[in-house]
């Protein structure tokens, strides 16, 4: 998805991962592009918080199966596209 939607790159280690996402600088908070993707990640069923403005993290239980983590892969490209 790098290159091909507003994912910017990807970045982290193990489970404590982050996509940055490419948005013109002051379209943070509410009214900016990964605060979109979080609401679209909500509605399709992955909860989710943007940092920094234009940093999305994730931090899954450890418990998590890898059934569940291509779940939430699933969700995350979905939603991507669906924001634009």
């Known amino acids: 998805l790098v290159g091909n939607t507003s994912i910017e790159s990807v970045r982290g280690r193990g489970l404590l991962n982050a996509i940055i996402i490419d948005q013109p600088k002051g379209s943070y908070g509410d009214t900016g592009k990964a605060w979109d993707v979080c609401l679209r990640m909500k509605e399709n069923g992955l909860l989710a ?8 993290r994730f931090a899954p239980p450890l418990t998590i199966s890898e059934g569940e983590i291509d779940e939430c892969l699933d969700i995350i490209e979905k939603s991507v596209i669906q924001v634009g």
């Open 49 to 56: 918080k943007p940092t920094h403005g234009n940093i999305i």
